[in-house]
């Protein structure tokens, strides 16, 4: 079976990463390292997150300082919530993070709590792996505020911050409709702050450090495609997809599908940009969860859109018609282009719903699929109009597998022999939704 290899870059800061991320960090470790301890007050560490420009890592990149001044304004006493359900199927950091350095994640809880005034604190997260590490976690050293593990089922929407709020209440873990926000109105109508676990991670980071720091300057990324293992890293926001792709593998990609599903599908023509926000946003496309696949030489982009689209179509939660009826059409418009057999109705059709469909749907999923056609459509011309006559040998070769050949395997830890006995003694509770 294929395992992801954890790459840490030579010569360069890996802060989330740390020194021995094959390792699960137990609190000796953590508070060796000065996590905990340093006290920095929330005024200052909130200038210190603005000033670093933290933005969060779980997909939608909003600035944190905004979103943690919200929640400590709003009105009542608000609720933080470490989000650690990892929807995408190409993505592993999230998972990574809660199973090695649990520590480092509820250190940044712990202090967003302090920042917004919080009085009670959530990890919500589907991976079992991940939930016995955290409650070992827990188990090792009091937080000192009430922390609740919430479990849910993993789904791709089931991270998304409305979700997150309806799943912690009681109820499924599916969007709702906008106004409210969450920092508005959210954990029983408390101002709530739903921040990704890297965001935190980097945030007990900045408490922790003195004058400029490398916190906020790296981003965990997990790189997949072409039969290379799949890698997790982090690396600067300065290093360019080519310099990434020659992190995975040797050879030159067909094309680069970013964000996880988000980003779109790219092509070569952007291998020399960096992952810096302002020049991916220029280039119509986003870093999203970090995960970016540099499809080989046996992958079409016709068919990987068709097969992300088919996984979006089946994981929609179906509560809004227009991506119901939207993700099905694309799906199977795609389908039928990576079969040889769309007409040039069915690819006028594709142009058009890729421009109307984004922004009609309650999350963004119904966007990351219009996103999907649309790129493969404007940044693959060629390759799209060879398909209206036939399949190519990729395409015939590999149907749509609703997303399989997409996954990525998380790396999976070592335990600390502390870790393993509080893990196994969490075990039988394990099974709960919530609690
Ligand atoms: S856009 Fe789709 S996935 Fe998102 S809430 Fe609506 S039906 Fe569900």
């Not at 709590?113 to 919080?118: C, L, N, S, V, W």
């Not at 965990?220 to 360019?240: F, I, W």
């Not at 179509?313 to 509560?319: C, D, K, P």
């Amino acid at each position: 079976m294929t395992v992801t290899v954890i790459h840490t870059p030579s010569g360069g800061p890996a802060p989330v990463l740390g020194p021995s991320p094959d390792r699960v960090e137990d609190l000796a470790s953590y508070l060796a390292r000065g996590g905990y301890r340093t006290q920095v007050e929330p005024e200052e560490l909130l200038a210190r997150v603005e000033a670093a420009g933290l933005r969060g890592h779980g997909g939608a990149g909003f600035p944190t300082a905004v979103k943690l001044r919200a929640v400590r304004d709003g009105a009542g006493t608000p609720v933080v919530v470490a989000n650690g359900e990892e929807g995408e199927p190409g993505s592993v950091k999230d998972r990574w993070l809660l199973r090695a350095r649990p520590h480092l994640v509820l250190d940044g809880l712990l202090r967003a709590a302090r920042i917004t005034g919080a009085d009670r604190a959530y990890v919500y997260l589907s991976d079992h792996a991940a939930e016995r590490s955290v409650r070992a976690a827990l188990a090792e050293r009091e937080p000192g505020l009430a922390v609740e593990v919430v479990r849910t089922e993993p789904a791709y929407v089931a991270g998304e911050e409305s979700a997150v709020v309806r799943r912690i209440d009681g109820g499924p873990a599916l969007p709702t409709a906008k106004p409210p926000r969450v920092f508005e109105r959210g954990v029983g109508g408390a101002p709530t702050l739903v921040a990704n676990v890297e965001t935190l991670a980097r945030t007990a980071l900045l408490a922790a450090s003195t004058g400029r720091s490398g916190a906020a300057q790296t981003v965990l990324l997990t790189l997949s495609g072409g039969r290379g293992a799949p890698v997790l890293t982090e690396r600067r926001y300065d290093t360019t997809l080519r310099q990434l792709c020659a992190t995975h593998r040797r050879d030159e990609p067909s094309a680069v599908l970013m964000g996880g599903l988000f980003g779109g599908l790219l092509p070569l023509t952007v291998l020399d940009l960096p992952l810096e926000r302002s020049r991916l946003a220029e280039a119509g496309t986003g870093l999203g969860c970090g995960a970016i696949r540099f499809l080989g030489p046996d992958e079409c982009p016709v068919s990987v859109a068709a097969d992300a689209v088919d996984h979006l179509t089946a994981e929609s939660s179906r509560q809004c018609g227009v991506c119901v009826s939207g993700t099905r059409a694309l799906r199977d418009t795609l389908a039928a282009l990576a079969e040889g057999r769309c007409d040039a109705d069915g690819l006028a059709n594709l142009a058009r719903w890729a421009q109307g469909l984004p922004g009609r749907g309650a999350c963004a999923l119904l966007d990351a699929a219009a996103r999907l056609a649309s790129t493969l459509v404007s940044g693959f011309p060629e390759l799209v109009d060879d398909h209206r006559r036939a399949p190519c040998q990729a395409c015939a070769a590999t149907p749509p597998e609703a997303g399989r050949r997409l996954r990525v395997p998380v790396p999976m830890p070592v335990a600390t022999a502390a870790a393993s006995a509080v893990a196994n003694l969490a075990r039988p509770c394990a099974s709960a939704g919530v609690g």
